[in-house]
């Protein structure tokens, strides 16, 4: 597509629920990113993807917390049994390659309220 | 590790002033430097990067940025601010096959 998609764009949930969270890359964009913006705080890296699979899972918070990714395409990132501190914006990047001098392209998010 | 420090979480400036939003980083080999726009309920958008070469780097929207390795600064600017650039702005650093590391923002806000 034209941009990076991110469904749904806003998600309130209650405690204790299991959540997906997806995102579409551009089309032919091999790297993708997942990004959890907290309020009032900067973007914090969760996992990379490069291909479908996942080099770097270091900023995964909890093993509540996972990710998939289908090819060089869509890519799920699934939070179980969600707390209140789940509570964020959730972003996805793509990117043509790895390596941040190719650019990234953000999609508009996830707004997961967890109540 | 890699870290970026915004010192200023918000900014007012009038419009038609200019503005100047800081960014300092710390990272020991040639660092990638961006700077993105959010507007509200929007994804990122990159305004400039830097990777080498001319320390001034131009951007969209009439930005600019000028990496200072000695003061390890990154500080982008604009010489006349308008209405709509009101906006989070965030300053990151990375480098080739390293994740982008983000600061915390800084929010913008113009007054007529």
């Known amino acids: 597509g034209a941009g990076v998609s991110q469904s749904p764009s806003n998600k309130v949930t209650e405690k204790g629920k299991d959540v997906e969270l997806r995102c579409d890359p551009i089309s032919g964009h091999t790297a993708l990113y997942w990004y959890r913006q907290r309020l009032g705080q900067g973007l914090e890296f969760l996992i990379y993807f490069q291909g479908n699979s996942a080099p770097d899972k270091s900023g995964l918070p909890s093993d509540r917390f996972s990710a998939e990714r289908t090819g060089e395409s869509v890519s799920t990132l699934t939070i179980q049994r969600t707390q209140q501190e789940d509570s964020a914006v959730y972003l996805c990047a793509s990117s043509r390659d790895r390596g941040v001098n190719y650019g990234y392209t953000f999609g508009s998010g996830t707004r997961l309220t967890v109540v | ?112």
């Open chain 2, 1 to 112: 590790a890699q870290s970026v420090t915004q010192p200023d979480i918000h900014i007012t400036v009038s419009e038609g002033a200019s503005l100047e939003l800081r960014c300092n980083y710390s990272y020991g080999a040639t660092p990638y430097l961006f700077w993105y726009v959010q507007s509200p309920g929007q994804g990122l958008q990159l305004l400039l990067k830097y990777f080498s070469g001319d320390t001034l780097v131009q951007g969209i929207k009439g930005f600019e940025a000028e990496f200072k390795r000695s003061q390890s600064s990154f500080n982008l600017r604009k010489p006349s601010v308008h209405w709509s650039d009101a906006a989070e702005y965030f300053c990151a650093v990375g480098s080739y096959g390293n994740k982008l590391v983000f600061g915390a923002g800084t929010i913008l806000r113009v007054k007529s």
